[in-house]
Antibody, heavy 117, light 107 residues
């Protein structure tokens, strides 16, 4: 069974950074790209970017360049996203997801990041 | 970026009714469109991919269609568990983009 287990919710100070993880199981980690999606409270979905673990290649939404950094650890089947220089605009739920069909068919449970002093 | 204009923003319908949600792409996306359902506090779930292919395990009362750059999700014979938010998403070109969503409520 494919499972994407994300790390816990985070409360962070403005200006700080946060690293979110997504541990994959039930499939070969290097077989599919790992995507990240942002959802602000009561709002729609935004694609942040993706990483192809087998070749460590990333693709970013221009909007999130400089904000998000995607990495993958093949030894632990874990994808990570670091968000830097956090502001209130970054308060959101962040999902990891994979695309075995070309579409987001498996999702993590989401991590809520709250930016507050 | 490809804009996905989704309508309506909200919808209220009765049990057993048929409803339709639309997404208009700002350019041709060659059927590279998916529909997702999201329940409160949960992750989105894939319903339809490549415009009209039903994801495994999704009830057949869900269907997708297309006409040019206009894509539609139809839900027949509404059930209580169909309440939730629905999003379209194009996967033709980076950055992938989503519609703003439709909130479906049962009367």
């Amino acid at each position: 069974e494919v499972k994407l287990q994300q790390s816990g919710d985070e409360l962070v100070r403005p200006g700080a950074s946060v690293k979110i993880s997504c541990k994959a199981s039930g499939y070969t980690f290097t077989s599919y790209s790992m995507h990240w999606v942002k959802q602000r409270p009561g709002q729609g979905l935004e694609w942040i970017g993706a990483i192809i673990p087998i070749i460590d290649t990333t693709e970013y939404n221009q909007k999130f360049k400089g904000k998000a950094t995607l990495t993958a650890d093949k030894s632990s089947n874990t994808a990570n996203m670091e968000l830097s220089r956090l502001t209130s605009e970054d308060s959101a739920v962040y999902y990891c997801a994979i695309t075995t069909t070309g579409y987001f068919d498996y999702w993590g449970q989401g991590v809520m990041v709250t930016v507050s002093s | 970026d490809i804009q996905m204009t989704q309508s309506p923003a909200s919808l209220s319908a009765s049990l057993g009714e048929t409803v339709s949600i639309e997404c208009l792409a700002s350019e041709d996306i060659y059927s590279n469109l998916a529909w997702y359902q999201q329940k409160p506090g949960k992750s989105p779930q894939l319903l339809i991919y490549y415009a009209s292919s039903l994801q495994d395990g999704v009830p057949s009362r869900f269907s997708g269609s297309e006409s040019g750059t206009q894509y539609s999700l139809e839900i027949n014979s509404l059930q209580p568990e169909d309440e939730g938010d629905y999003f379209c998403q194009q996967s033709y070109k980076f950055p992938y983009t989503f519609g703003a969503g439709t909130k479906l409520e049962l009367k």
